[in-house]
């Protein structure tokens, strides 16, 4: 059974869509979804640098174009399952069939100002601790103020915090924890520090009317499989404050009987995570077109004969 994933923010690197964009309509597509969220994607997945792609307004309509612009490169894909990190949500909202493309480029867009609003009131941030167990490092960021943002699996937490919180930590690392490693985000994402940004994307997903996933839509809330369009967007809201759990997405994965898992652009993070977290598991992460193939592959290995579905 195949996975079909989505990174979130912080995965994103200066001109990382360059080569997406020689593929057949590939820019015009971008330019499409430019024209209705109001952000020249192409200018900031092409020419723009890092500190401006770490904008939140831009990184995350950056990234879920990112990761329509390589699925849609895939060709006919129909995976078992998908699921985002954070953002990547959004990306797999829309593969899920819950939100078409420009519907979900819209709300992200709105998502990322609303989070870069919230952002600006406190100066805080994001950091990865490698290494560690949840039961002695979890108590040990509660003690400093810090939240366990990202419950990530395969050794790895993301505290999220005011930077003297993080400084803190940085000095005082809980044991077992190897490194502590500072983000490339904005904000402390995924705690009540965006609290201001779910009332705002509540608003705006009112407009919207969501169908239900046409595919296994795993919600990194709490891992769980949700069968409605409604509840998949009231989750897309409410996770902006909530901490992710990512480590609960492998654990269904593995029920559901993975064999395989592909990341779209910009891949790598979630891939790494799954080498060690679902070991025997393949996996493909596409960084760029040249990646292609050997995705290709992994879904003809993957896919379930027409007869083999029927019980024949």
């Known amino acids: 059974m195949l996975v079909l994933v989505a990174p979130g923010q912080g995965a994103q690197t200066p001109g990382f869509l360059n080569p997406w964009l020689e593929l057949p309509g590939a820019a ?68 899920a069939g819950v939100l078409d493309d420009t519907a979900a480029l819209t709300l992200v867009r709105k998502r990322g100002l609303a989070m870069a609003e919230a952002a ?59 490194k502590v490693v500072a983000l490339k985000v904005a904000g402390a994402f995924h705690t009540h520090h965006m609290a201001p940004a779910v009332d705002a994307l509540a608003k705006a997903a009112e407009a919207l009317t969501p169908a239900d996933p046409t595919v296994t839509y795993v919600s990194n809330k709490d ?15 409410g996770q902006v404050a909530n901490p992710v759990r990512w480590d609960l997405c492998m654990e269904t994965f593995k029920e559901l009987g993975v064999t395989g898992l592909i990341e779209v652009c910009p891949g790598g993070t979630l891939t790494g ?40």
């Open 273 to 312: 995570l799954a080498k060690r977290a679902l070991p025997g598991v393949r996996t493909v992460a596409l960084k760029t077109p040249a990646d292609l193939d050997a995705a290709r592959e992994l879904i003809a290995e993957t896919s379930t004969p027409a007869a083999d579905a029927a019980g024949a």
């Open 120 to 178: 600006a009131i406190t100066e805080t941030g994001m950091s990865a601790l490698l290494g560690g167990a949840p039961e002695t490092t979890v108590p040990h960021l509660e003690k400093l103020g810090l939240t366990p943002a990202n419950m990530n699996g395969a050794g790895q937490i993301v505290a999220a915090g005011t930077l003297e919180q993080l400084a803190a930590l940085a000095e005082d690392k809980p044991e077992g924890v190897r």
């Open 28 to 95: 015009d597509r971008l330019a499409a979804w430019s024209d209705a969220i109001g952000l020249d994607l192409a200018h900031y997945g092409t020419q723009a640098d890092a500190d401006d792609i770490r904008d939140t307004a831009v990184a995350q309509p950056l990234l879920v174009a990112a990761g329509l612009l390589s699925a849609t490169a895939l060709g006919d894909v129909s995976p078992g399952a998908v699921a985002g990190h954070s953002v990547g949500e959004f990306t797999a909202a829309a593969f």
């Open 223 to 237: 891992g769980r499989a949700v069968a409605t369009g409604a509840e998949v967007l009231e989750r897309l809201v």
